[in-house]
Structures are given as C-alpha cells and as structure tokens.
C-alpha cells in the first residue's frame, strides 16, 4: 500500500522534530520545513536511519506571506499529496504592544495564524478528494487562559487556533466527511527550545517540575486524538486540570492571577 504523506512545519526542533520521530515510526512518509535547512536535514537523517521513511526537506520562512503557496506549489511539483498536515512552527514574542514593531507582530501573526489557516485551506481540497485528512493545529494551554501582559498577541492568536480547528473539525463532520479530522493541541509547559528563543529560560527554569511535559507525551496526546476525531486535546493531566479551572473560575480571579505569575514566563521587556 501507497504510504501516507505528513507534512510538518516547525520541523527542525522541539515539538516539531517529535511529530517527525513519531509519525515515522508509525510508517509515514513526511515532509519536514522550516527556515533552518542544517537543522533539517539533520533530524531528516535521524529519522532515516530509524525507519523506512520517504522524507522530503523543504526550507522555508513562514513569516514571508508567499510562503504557504510556494511550499503547497513545491510539493505539487514533486507530486506530493498531503494526508496529514501538522501546523506547529510558532515562537514567543518578548515585550508588550508598546515596546514592540509593527513588523514583528505581523511576522508573528503571519508564521502563527495566517500560514497554518491558508496551508489548512489549501490542503483541504485534496483531503476531501481523497477523503482521508488529519490536521493537528499546535495551539496552547494559553488559549484558555486570561490574556497577560508582554507576549501580547499569544494567547489571542492560540485561543484563535482552538475555535479554527474546531470549526473545522465541525465542517468535516458536517460535510460527510468522516475520516478527515482537526485537532486543536493544547500544551503547557514543555521542554524544547521555546523558552530559550523568546529568552524566558531563566524564569522557567523556577517553576515546579510537575509543570513541564515531555514533548513525547504531548505528540502521541495529539496524534492519538486527530485520529479519534477529538477537536481539541489538552496533554497531561496537570494541565487538563489547569484548562478546567480557566473555565469554572471567575473571570476576575483568573485574570488576577495570570496577572500574579506572568512576568515568572512573560517578558515585557
């Protein structure tokens, strides 16, 4: 049987580089991009050695509009067919609305919204032909949480994610689609490179241990849930608990709160 075809964006490190070590070992072929070809091509080679895997690299800068099109246009031409898309590339944003530019904040909007919505738009259509999809959004325990001060557009953009994916989820089911599926992955704290890009290391390094997750328990939660058809997925049970009290609290109270402990994983600087 014809292998199936998962392509990852966020690739090269952390959460990214799990969903390539794992859909490997469940017998896919992937596609794996980010801006950082080395970074790439090295996990392409690890993943290799472990398993049968046709893997195709293909570098790209999400933040580049064009780049949605030009990387479904390149896998068009290497006459790729997508079954699964894994949107995962995304970063932090150090400083607030005031300290930061415009610039930047539109390249985050870009590379954690804008692309992952238009390479879902744009996969889709193939999906439905085929009828057989699976699209996991990384989004984040953030998007349940109250917006907190720095990283201003992160927790707006990540909620967006859960009510997308949702939404799609929904259409699929709704359209008679039944073996195609979106899930809105809702991590917390999890060890990758994340902390270490957008410079709250430091202060993470603070926290309780019982906080944090492996990225592999969080990847099998997502790959386990797009497959059942759940819309959206929280790993771990610490953090499920957390998703609970966001939704039972006070709204006043979980705002406070956000407000007590985000400078220990925010910066405003």
């Known amino acids: ?147 907190s001060a720095g990283h201003t557009l992160y927790a707006s953009v990540k909620a967006g994610m859960i009510k997308f994916s949702e939404s799609i989820n929904a259409e699929c089911e709704a359209l008679g689609y039944t073996d195609i599926h979106c899930t809105a992955l809702c991590p917390g704290f999890t060890y990758s490179e994340f902390h270490d890009v957008n410079g709250t290391r430091e202060a993470t390094k603070q926290m309780p241990a019982w906080l944090w997750m492996e990225s592999a328990p969080v990847v099998a939660a997502g790959i386990e849930a797009v497959n059942r058809g759940q819309p959206v997925v929280v790993p771990g049970p610490v953090n499920k608990t957390m998703a609970t009290l966001t939704r039972i609290l006070p709204e006043p109270l979980g705002r406070a709160m956000v407000r007590a402990q985000s400078s220990r994983y925010r910066r405003m600087d």
């Open 1 to 147: 049987m014809k292998r199936r075809l998962c392509l990852i964006t966020g690739a090269s490190a952390g959460i990214g580089a799990e969903f390539a070590r794992q859909y490997a070992a469940l017998g896919w072929n992937l596609v794996l991009t980010a801006r950082r070809e080395d970074r790439l091509q090295a996990l392409a080679d690890e993943v290799r050695a472990r398993n049968k895997t046709e893997l195709t690299v293909i570098a790209e800068d999400l933040a580049d509009p064009a780049a949605p099109a030009r990387l479904v246009a390149a896998l068009a031409s290497k006459g790729l067919e997508v079954d699964a898309l894994v949107n995962n590339a995304g970063y932090g944003l150090p400083g607030t609305f005031f300290s930061t530019s415009w610039e930047d904040q539109a390249a985050f909007l870009q590379v954690l919204y804008t692309a992952p919505v238009e390479l879902t738009h744009r996969l889709l259509a193939g999906m439905a032909t085929r009828k057989f999809g699976r699209i996991i959004n990384v989004a984040s325990l953030a998007g349940y949480a109250a917006g």
